[in-house]
T-cell receptor
Framework: NAGVTQTPKFQVLKTGQSMTLQCAQD?????MSWYRQDPGMGLRLIHY???????DQGEVPNGYNVSRSTTEDFPLRLLSAAPSQTSVYFC???????????FGDGTRLSIL | KQEVTQIPAALSVPEGENLVLNCSFT??????LQWFRQDPGKGLTSLLL?????REQTSGRLNASLDKSSGRSTLYIAASQPGDSATYLC???????????FGTGTRLLVSP
């Protein structure tokens, strides 16, 4: 029972590089979200999706893109990495709006 | 804009004590509230989800209460154990049901 799987677990990038953080869930959940966690700031919502083909912005979307071509996958793309994007990124999923969210173990990203 | 505050930021207790963690939110028009646990270097694990129509929810040694009118929730942990040591976060939906707003958490240390 894999749940929510995030890859990679760790990544170091140089300023200006691009990359994609992967998120996959095997629970057939419609709802998926990306958060970033920073010291003293708590978790903040970046983007979310309520089903395949449907995405929307959260609180801090700038510098990030998402797509949802399948129910299982919800990748997060950093277009041109900046040091301010150094953070721990979490992906979460839930069956609907009124059920608990299941979180992955996170991707720790450092931008030099 | 919904804001969530958790007090205290850190708590240290001896094993066996009963303890209460507090969560307050500014907009009482919520339809649920969630409590999560986060272990160091890990993702979040959902502990309890309270619907707006409920006043409390119980799971084992954990009991969460919700008072919408006052904008408060408490998480009661009975007979604390060293394995309870973790950061506890509460979260409520913002204007959109998928847009969770998190508190910054209470870091709990239970000493043997």
């Amino acid at each position: 029972n894999a749940g929510v799987t995030q890859t990679p677990k760790f990544q170091v990038l140089k300023t200006g590089q691009s990359m994609t953080l992967q998120c996959a869930q095997d629970m057939n959940h419609e709802y998926m979200s990306w958060y970033r966690q920073d010291p003293g700031m708590g978790l903040r919502l970046i983007h979310y999706s309520v089903g395949a083909g449907i995405t929307d912005q959260g609180e801090v979307p700038n510098g990030y893109n998402v797509s949802r071509s399948t129910t299982e996958d919800f990748p997060l793309r950093l277009l041109s990495a900046a040091p301010s994007q150094t953070s721990v990124y979490f992906c979460a999923s839930s069956p609907n709006s009124n059920q608990p969210q299941h979180f992955g173990d996170g991707t720790r990203l450092s931008i030099l | 804009k919904q804001e969530v505050t958790q007090i205290p930021a850190a708590l240290s207790v001896p094993e066996g004590e009963n303890l209460v963690l507090n969560c307050s939110f500014t907009d009482s028009a919520i339809y649920n509230l969630q409590w999560f646990r986060q272990d160091p270097g890990k993702g979040l694990t959902s502990l309890l989800l309270i619907q707006s129509s409920q006043r409390e929810q119980t799971s084992g040694r954990l009991n969460a209460s919700l008072d919408k009118s006052s904008g408060r929730s408490t998480l009661y942990i009975a007979a604390s154990q060293p394995g309870d040591s973790a950061t506890y976060l509460c979260a409520v939906p913002n204007t959109g049901f998928q847009k969770l707003v998190f508190g910054t958490g209470t870091r709990l240390l239970v000493s043997p």
